[in-house]
């Protein structure tokens, strides 16, 4: 039931109010040029303002919460332990703390200590996760919510072929098995069959008479049951694009790894072993050139090995036995290399020697070589001993690990595709915001691959003259190489095995770089894993959190060759000195492998007899807490002698130098060149660096730098940043008060302390990113603390305020601008969020620190003073104010000191919000890039504040001082205005600051005085509209509004922020009785509306008044909804999408799970529905959108959509169109639009938002109060109540349910596509919608945002999104899509039903009932008609019951439309699949006979209905179960005999005689059915069944209307047509006979000229119909108005069949019917499309365009055919069918109905001889054939169109040679013509015609020469007449005329029949003829030559030549042939001659 039914009720109820809408249009024509709904006199304030809210803290004072009862009493006030203060452990990843233990630390490591160990402090919301901020409504959460639902039976999902479970006993699948062999011979059989049926239950109390009442109560009980609480839970989440208020809460800090890689030593193994070697490994990024690891050193010798070295080593310590080692990489990139050194101990010899053995010996030859390792071993023993503390280089290799990552990760490539590894890396990506990945360095992750164990077997051997790193690089890039140098070198073979995986999450045993122990840490005493410190290749933004002091030392080269006497083998030795003593070396250096865990001193390795060594060495040091000026690094260089030498030591220190490690106050690190002294320094030379030339020392090479180091800190105490270390010691220095103090080379004294101090702040941003964000923590920290504790200098307060403001400033700036990559959705950076939300605290104010440490230095009690600070304080402040300068030194005057400290502490909020103000355009600029962190500091300050200082009693108005109240409305003023000004300058950082503004907003709400806040938000929208009066694109300004509102919306307590418990409510009715609706008002009675009502329905003044939040965001969706709203597609969907995710929100919330309380909230959103009802006409409209069965062709699944209406497959819009009172119903205003209002009707939702706003439509029906319901209904006038129903009406169209199958459509995609052309042409062709209106729609789809489009905005265009994720579901996600949606349509129509009856009963008593509760009842039947659960058909058949027996005039006495309708949806129930369906619609439609029969004695009118619609069901619906629908007839024969009331009438006979003749049409049409799949033998059934209705107009309409529906189904619309065309000539024949009206067709007669076969519809004759018999001709098609919707449809079909000369004929019967009822609009329409019809047969002349029909002669022979054995007919298939295509569909489809090997395709057409048949098979014989028209009929038939229209003769050709072969020589090629003549001509109403008449005539092979050659002659003619003219056409034509080569061609047929004269006088004539054809050939050749020449260009010259030559040729040939005369015709003319005419050679068959 597409519009035009839906909008039927609009005429009854027009009539009555037509004055009413006259008032309303022209009150909306002269309202302003805004809506009339802008203006609209009831809401007093118009909706583009904001009306003043109520004063919140005041409303909650006057109504305390205890008035409300139980469960909403917490919907009146905020929870009271709404606000709490947290305590979060930082968590600590190792087992100790890792802090210094040191008693003594300066100022910079105690702050850094502190920081590092303090617990996180959380201001918390304790209902905040309530909010749809932090608790989003997602796919994953909805999915959630539906389990457990039930899954609803439907009808569709049921098909035949499965067993429908529990529901039927018995198997459908019998069915048609069992009824093939009932014969159809006498009625009696039938009757016995439904006689032995068994019944259905019946329903138990059905046949009592129960008062109205008492049946809705019971209905009402038992639709109440097993309701789902939350109708949202079954519709999609919201739209995550549009979810601007999605917060999440930021991860604590944490420490910073990148991908981290796992690496295992297992073995290393040589040829020999004779000694012990040590491995290091690290990594190094070549590309970079760096080194991007710590070493790690590893040892796997045996122990006989480390044997060798036990006088050296005493016990190693644990930690250094590690195999095991965990890198980080933070960049990986496909250029980083696993290094592996190895080094053994020192021996004599140079690397070269000591390699040798390795290189030469292996290991097979021990036994041949025994003597030399032995010898080997012995010297290797002794070196042990003597020199085992020092180490020579040995060997080298390299692991390039991108190899092993990618080959790794090869065979499980494919499970383990990219999408799955990604989670990984972006977990860890969220770790560390490393994001500035390049594109290269993706593709290479270390994250996901799969483990690798590798052996290594080839090392290099150390080079001595190449050690550094520089050199290193050089071999790796080398290596890379195919033909690398390193592979020409000999290899030292060894095996070491490693193997290589991507580090677990928690490994056990590991120890960090400081080797403490990381969690989990199972035992003590295993061999632990060490994680190797990273040094990234590039820098890495993350802020410390734990304490790290590190310091590393590289020695590069050292230079002695200038130095004298025995210097060759060098080592240097490296400690650490607290002092100058020796003693005073501190253990603070690493130890490597099998050593103790820390060394006081170290060596590096020996290069033999070498005196400018390279080192690659590395030394790792603990730095002390407490770094002070003495401490150094010493180095000493010592010459080490291998050889044992009596008197020679062991080692002689042969050089010294140092590196002071403090520099004012800094750390020193960075490269170094030192000079090395020959002597022992002197003391206290600490203090100086070596560069200083002490007197009396000696020194090598004169003083010059010979000895080259480098020094790096990994420190989170030393910044390492000129910047930050003297920022952070001048603070220290002010909080220690430690004066004076030294800062580089000047001397600070308080005096100039603070002017330092300042240059100090305003220098932070020019610190480096990298320290900046490290050590952010710590600068906020002290910021803030310089905000709120200004420092007291020689007893002056300082104010800093505006420096470390600005400073503050900057500092955000440069962390976010370091990680900009690493942003949230929302533009926060991670770590600043963080450390806002974890890190930041009120200074001095610690909630006590966890360990008792001490608060710091000032009291918590200042806070607590907050407001009753001492006056002198606010004087001094507004006097710094005043002077326009903030930061003015304030003197406290003679206070002390401590006091005054006290004194200056401010409160950082308000001191923040002071600065902001003020401040100036440069530092306004930054801080409004990041706004956010500002007000987030803001907010948890004031939090803090409130707890700390148990505040939270205080009422909120007292809460904060006025002074910083007028400075947040000021910063909210100009934050708001930046954010209107700059949104077409910088549309993001407008959407940015719009949304920290609302959020803070929203915080504010938690705070302060909630009153205040509203006049915020209004002040806000304000300076919007201003704004938007004047912008150049409103709508952008309307988004961020909308995202703005929405923002605030999500505040948790937003119910309670809406005063939903005051007075506003009125007074509940108690019941919703019928006496409680007599007295209401409206059009119901005559009181007046009750305006408390009206305004709790609209967006009034009070409404928005008092529901605040709710107002304004309703309002948003009012002013979207405009009609003129701008850029409207994109507003719709945010306004509609706000409010289904706050509903969303609400259902999923616990706080409302109660009904009492979800009722009050539901009518926060009451005016919801009356907005809904106002743009019912902009909603897109379901019931006649693509997909809704009721369309012109169903192009749908058969078994789910085909099941049509009444008139199936007719759209009643085009039916109805015409038939609507002053509206049609087609255009698409709704019931109560004047046709002004229509027009204007603005832009129209799209599906997916007209969808949202209707399911929120249903959720506030669902939930609100019924008897408030009541009354609204009863106050609404009726054209409102009319669009209500209509409203409703959509809600069914729109969650109808779709069935399993639509969710199985893979490529519904597609589908959908094609669907959505099907509804535009079908628009176009109904006119509903123009082309420039589609035009315009097109343009308006796209985004109101120009070029700045984001992406996220284009979704608009629906359905693309919703299907294109549908492709690769799962079974078990399609199954469950189909739970829900079948769960969401039962429970969308139940809310629908609810609430019908609730209008029911408001309207029972009015005078305008009748129409109202027509259109109610049409809504009720549109339910009963949808796709719907047996659920809710039990509920609805219910409802539909009571209906009934209430208003029983609504059916029996208005026009039978009703009634068709209900009898058709009732037997379609009746014969359900499941068994609850039809015990429910039997009941229903045995009582509607009973109904019937008692109003008159008889249920004439029941019967006519109930028959017909058994014919339209049967003819349309194809998976109909003919056997539960005999059930259903015997349950209503039980029904009729149980029935004790009627017992004495007739009515049980009589229902008796209905339901056996039921019967019969059920096993007429069982026939039917076995033929589904062969559309001709169907279309012949219900052809012969609409004729054996001839003498029952109405069946046979309906018949014709089934098949019209079927051909339409199957695409053949010129059939389609012609049945329409039939049932409208039935029509006129009927109405002729009732009235002579002039203007109306005569009969059949009248439509002669669109089809000759219309005659037989005036079979008709007055005795086999009296007009007046109740019930007959009753249809709504048996008028004017069905006429003219039968030939607007048969036009239709018309034009899409391309038949647009039948259009004309059409128009030509209806514009006289039009004329005669003035209908100009309707007139305007005909003759448009006539104008297209003329059109487009200009453009389509040629007739190419368009193809009308191919037909073929098919003929069945052989008994398995049954009917159809020896019948020939002409085929009418699709244009352009080629024979192959039906002879294979043919073959095809009775293979399938016979068998393999029966079906034979006869494949000639030749006559067939049935005797040579096999009687077993059935044979099949296709020809193809022409229409063939007379020479007199070609006259008439001019166009392409006369002559494929009105066909009945047809002709086809046979070639045949007398020896039986088809073609042959040219002498005896006969050809056999046959004349096939057909019963009706083409196109008729079936696409086969029967063959009635047949004629065949046989042409001699002369006749046939003359044929060909008249053929060629013509198409030469053509080619040459052609215009415009076709070279390439013509040429063709010519060469095969002419050219010599030509098979069978001119020439050869000349010599043949022409060479001599025939002997047979007979022939005479026909040689001549041929003699002429030639001659005229000849002549057409010439001419085409001639045409030719005029055409070709020079290049074709040469081949027109040649044709020319040929032609001439030709001719030369022909002359003589031509020329000779034959001797009878010189002669005189006899009598034989003549009678060579009569054709003897003819021979006539007739058949």
Known sequence: MAAAERRAFAHKINRTVAAEVRKQVSRERSGSPHSSRRCS???????????????????????????????LRDLVEFPADDLELLLQPRECRTTEPGIPEDGKMDAQVRAAVEMYTEDWIIAHRRYQHLSAAYNPITTETQRERQKGLTRQVFEQDTSGDERSGPEDSDDPRHSSGSLDDTPRSSGASGIFDLRNLAADSLLPSLLERVAPEDVDRRNEALRRQHRPRALLALYPAPDEDEAVERCNRPEPPREHFGQRILVKCLSLKFEIEIEPIFGILALYDVREKKKISENFYFDLNSDSMKGLLRAHVTHPAISTLARSAIFSVTYPSPDIFLVIKLEKVLQQGDISECCEPYMVMKEVDTAKNKEKLEKLRLAAEQFCTRLGRYRMPFAWTAVHLANIVSSAGQPDRDSDSEGERRPTWTDRRRRGPQDRMSSGDDSCSFSGFRPATLTVTNFFKQEAERLSDEDLFKFLADMRRPTSLLRRLRPVTAQLKIDISPAPENPHFCLSPELLHVKPYPDPRGRPTKEILEFPAR????????????????????????????????????????????????????????CSEFTREAFTPVVYHNKSPEFYEEFKLRLPACVTENHHLLFTFYHVSCQPRPGTALETPVGFTWIPLLQHGRLRTGPFCLPVSVDQPPPSYSVLTPDVALPGMRWVDGHKGVFSVELTAVSSVHPQDPHLDKFFTLVHVLEEGAFPFRLKDAVLSEGTVEQELRASLAALRLASPEPLVAFSHHVLDKLVRLVVRP??????????????????????????????????????????????????????????????????????ATLARGPGRPASLYLARSKSISSSNPDL?????????????????????????????????????????????????????????????????????????????????????????????????????????????????????????????????????????????SAPNPAVLLTLRMDFTRILCSHEHYVTLNLPCCPLSPPASPSPSVSSTASQSSTFSSQAPDPKVISMFELSGPFRQQHFLAGLLLTELALAMEPEAEGASLLHKKAICAVHSLLCGHDADPRYAEATVKARVAELYLPLLSLARDTLPRLHDFAEGPGQRSRLASLLDSDTEGEGDVGGTINPSVAMAIAGGPLAPGSRASISQGPVTAARSGYALSAESSRTLLVCVLWVLKNAEPALLQRWAADLTLPQLGRVL??????????????????????????????????????????????????????????????????????????????????????????????????????????????????????????????????????????????????????????????????????????????????????????????????????????????????????ARVKMQVTMSLSSLVGTTQNFSEEHLRRSLKTILTYAEEDVGLRDSTFAEQVQDLMFNLHMILTDTVKMKEH?????????????????????????????????????????????????????????????????????????????????????????????????????????????????GLLEQAAVYFTMGGLYEAVNEVYKTLIPILEAHRDYKKLAAVHGKLQEAFTKIMHQSSGWERVFGTYFRVGFYGARFGDLDEQEFVYKEPSITKLAEISHRLEEFYTERFGEDVVEIIKDSNPVDKTKLDPQKAYIQITYVEPHFDTYELKDRVTYFDRNYGLRTFLFCTPFTPDGRAHGELPEQHKRKTLLSTAHAFPYIKTRIRVCHREETVLTPVEVAIEDMQKKTRELAFATE????????????????????????????????????????????????????????????????????????????????????????????LQPLLTQRLPQLLAPNTAGLRNSLNRASFRKTDL
């Open 889 to 1029: 030194a304030v003197a406290p005057g003679s206070v002390d000191d401590e006091v005054s400290r006290i004194l200056a502490s401010k409160l950082l909020h308000e001191e923040l919000a002071l600065q902001w103000v003020v401040s100036g355009s440069a530092v306004r600029e930054a801080v409004l890039q990041h706004a956010w962190f500002f007000f987030q500091l803001m907010v948890k300050s004031m939090t803090l504040h409130l707890l700390l200082g148990q505040k939270l009693d205080t009422p909120r108005k007292l809460r904060f001082p006025g002074r910083f109240l007028d400075d947040i409305a000021a910063l909210v003023g100009s934050v708001g205005l930046e954010v209107i000004t700059r949104v077409h300058k910088d549309m993001e950082l407008a959407e940015r600051l719009n949304a920290s503004l609302a959020f803070f907003l929203s915080d504010l709400l938690s705070l302060v005085d909630r009153g205040f806040v509203f006049s915020l938000v209004r002040a806000h929208y304000k300076q919007v509209a201003t704004r938007l009066q």
């Open 1286 to 1499: 209509d409203l409703l009406y959509l809600c069914l169209a729109a969650f109808e349910y779709k069935g399993k199958k639509a969710f199985e459509r893979i490529n519904s995609l597609t589908f959908k596509k094609s669907l959505d052309m099907k509804a535009r042409l079908e628009e176009a062709i109904l006119g509903t919608i123009g082309a420039r209106q589609e035009m315009v729609r097109r343009s308006r789809e796209r985004s109101p945002f120009g070029n700045q489009e984001n992406v996220r905005w284009r979704k608009s265009v629906t359905h693309w999104r919703q299907t294109s994720d549908r492709v690769d579901k799962t079974k078990d996600e399609m199954e469950h899509e189909a739970l829900v949606d079948g769960n969401l349509a039962t429970e969308a129509s139940l809310v629908v039903l609810d609430t019908l009856e609730i209008i029911v009963q408001t309207v029972m008593l009015s005078e305008a009932r009748e129409s109202i509760l027509g259109a109610v009842l049409k809504v009720v039947l549109y339910s009963l008609g949808s796709a719907q659960s047996a659920l809710f058909l039990q509920h609805g058949l219910a409802t539909q019951r009571a209906l009934v027996s209430k208003f029983p005039e609504l059916l029996f006495e208005e026009d039978t439309e009703l009634c068709a309708d209900l009898c058709l949806r009732l037997l379609r129930h009746c014969g359900s699949r499941i068994s609850t369906i039809r015990t429910h619609a039997s009941a229903s439609l045995y009582l509607l006979m009973r109904q019937n029969f008692e109003i008159g004695n008889n249920f």
């Open 539 to 594: 820098e890495v933004y993350a802020p410390h959190t734990s304490y790290r002091s590190l310091l590393f030392v590289y020695p590069h080269s050292l230079n002695f060759s200038s130095r004298q006497g025995s210097v060759r083998n060098l080592t240097v030795r490296v400690q650490y000195m607290a002092g100058e003593d020796p003693s005073q070396a501190l253990p603070v250096i690493f130890g490597k492998s099998s």
């Open 791 to 860: 420092p007291v200098i020689g007893g002056q307060i300082v104010n800093l305020g505006r420096g470390a403001f600005e400073a503050m400033a900057h500092v955000v700036s440069l962390v976010h601008r370091s990680l900009e990559g690493a942003q949230d959705t929302r533009g926060h950076c991670p770590v600043l969020a963080a450390y806002v939300y974890y890190a930041f605290r009120l200074p001095g104010t610690e909630p006590s620190l966890a360990g008792g440490a001490p608060p710091l230095t000032v009291q918590p």
């Open 41 to 71: 006199s009831s809401l007093g304030v118009p909706l583009t303002e904001v009306v003043e809210p109520l004063d919140f803290e005041d409303v909650l004072l006057s109504r305390p919460p205890d008035v409300e009862p139980g469960p």
């Open 1572 to 1684: 589904q799949e062969d559309p001709e033998m169907l279309i012949d059934l219900m052809y012969r069944i609409a004729r054996g209705y001839q003498g029952s107009p109405d069946l046979r309409l309906t018949w014709l209307q089934n098949m019209a529906g079927k051909h339409a189904e199957l695409g053949n619309h010129a059939e389609a047509a012609q049945c329409m065309v039939h049932a409208a000539a039935l029509v006129a024949e009927y109405l002729a006979l009732l009235e002579d009206s002039r203007h109306l067709p005569v009969g059949c007669v009248s439509f002669q000229n669109i089809s000759s076969n219309v005659l037989e519809e005036s079979a008709i004759s007055d005795d086999i119909l009296s007009p007046d018999e109740e019930g007959f001709c009753s249809g709504k098609h048996f008028t004017e108005m069905g006429l003219v």
């Open 1922 to 2013: 052609q215009d415009p003219p076709d070279a390439k056409m013509l040429q063709m034509v010519l060469q095969g005329s002419v050219g010599p080569t030509v098979n069978q061609g001119p020439l050869e047929v000349a010599q043949v029949f022409l060479a001599e004269i025939p002997e047979d006088p007979k022939l005479f004539r026909h040689h001549n003829k041929l003699r002429l054809c030639f001659k005229d050939f000849c002549k057409k050749c010439e001419d085409a030559l001639r045409k030719n020449k005029a055409l070709i260009g020079p290049d074709q010259k040469e081949y027109h030549r040649e044709l020319e030559r040929n032609y001439s040729r030709l001719r030369e040939a």
